[in-house]
């Protein structure tokens, strides 16, 4: 029998086909919990809930009808649930071509900081930045968190017990240029997340964050140029590894963090430092 620190509880991670999601599940699984996988991408879902032992269940975060859809068969299939973790995400909404440009104009701008100046390429990416692709940030960073959030309540509160993690950034506090929209998508996830821990508090259910630094995963993988830039900025001089979230992750979800709620847990080597 597993005796771990997350042992009997049933762990909903979005997003968990890769990355910081894929990561959580590894840990949450050798910590005892049952792991169900939720991304857009099955096949990729399906790998890692196998590896897990767990179930892969496909669903778009920014889809309100997809997701109900997705808690109902949890509660049918697994009498409950113990902890959400709201991670799925995107890191740039625009066109290949615009992505592109904008790295392009990024790289050349930070040459240009670390040849002492002067700063003569512009980013101008808010400018460029269409309705679809602001909405489309917004739509699986927020209105995911909100609608999973929604969804799992409905099942916690019938326990009167549950945690959830919602995924926010450094770049929700410290701003990132050029990310004016996935900034805006997490800050309003931290202030998501302070308000709904003191709703559900009276139910046993925490809600915390947490705010990733830099970690190496294929939604950092584009970012080149501007890496020696990040590594001299950051105090401990590299990103980050996903394991460095998921155990965040673990001591969220366990018991070890039952007096804490409504926090921001933040591991970024150093990059910023808050509170
Ligand atoms: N990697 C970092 O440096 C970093 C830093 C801070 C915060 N974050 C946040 O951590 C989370 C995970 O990031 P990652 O680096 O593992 O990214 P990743 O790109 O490696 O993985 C993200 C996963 O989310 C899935 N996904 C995307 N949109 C979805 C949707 N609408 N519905 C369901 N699944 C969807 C993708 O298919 C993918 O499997 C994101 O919320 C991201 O914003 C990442």
């Not at 931290?190 to 830099?214: D, H, K, Q, Y």
Request: charged share 20%.
């Amino acid at each position: 029998m597993n005796t771990g620190r997350l042992a009997g509880k049933r762990a909903l991670i979005t997003g968990a086909a890769a990355g910081l999601g894929a990561q959580m599940a590894r840990r949450f699984h050798q910590e005892g919990a049952e792991i169900l996988v939720n991304d857009l991408r099955l096949e990729d879902a399906e790998a890692v809930a196998k590896e897990v032992g767990g179930t892969a269940l496909v669903a778009d975060v920014s889809d309100s009808d997809a997701v109900r859809e997705m808690f109902g068969r949890v509660g049918r299939e697994f009498g409950g649930l113990d902890i959400l973790v709201n991670n799925a995400g995107i890191a740039f909404s625009g066109s290949p071509e615009l992505s592109e440009s904008f790295n392009q104009r990024l790289a050349q701008q930070a040459q240009e900081g670390m040849a002492g100046g002067p700063i003569e390429t512009h980013l101008d990416f808010t400018v460029e930045l269409s309705d679809e692709d602001w909405r489309r940030m917004i739509g699986v960073h927020m209105d995911g968190t909100f609608f999973c959030s929604r969804e799992a309540l409905k099942l916690m509160n019938a326990q009167n017990s549950g945690c959830i993690i919602n995924m926010g950034s450094i770049m929700g506090t410290a701003g990132g240029a050029g990310a004016a929209h996935y900034c805006a998508a997490k800050a309003g996830i931290l202030g998501f997340t302070r308000s709904l821990a003191r709703e559900v508090v009276s139910r046993g259910i925490r809600v915390n964050a947490l705010a990733p630094g830099f970690i190496d995963t294929d939604m950092t993988a584009s970012i080149d140029a501007a890496r020696p830039v990040i590594e001299a900025s950051t105090p401990m001089g590299r990103f980050g590894e996903p394991d460095d979230i998921a155990w965040a992750a673990v001591y969220l979800a366990s018991d070890e963090a039952k007096f804490v709620t409504g926090q921001t847990l933040s591991p970024n080597g150093g990059y910023y430092m808050s509170q």
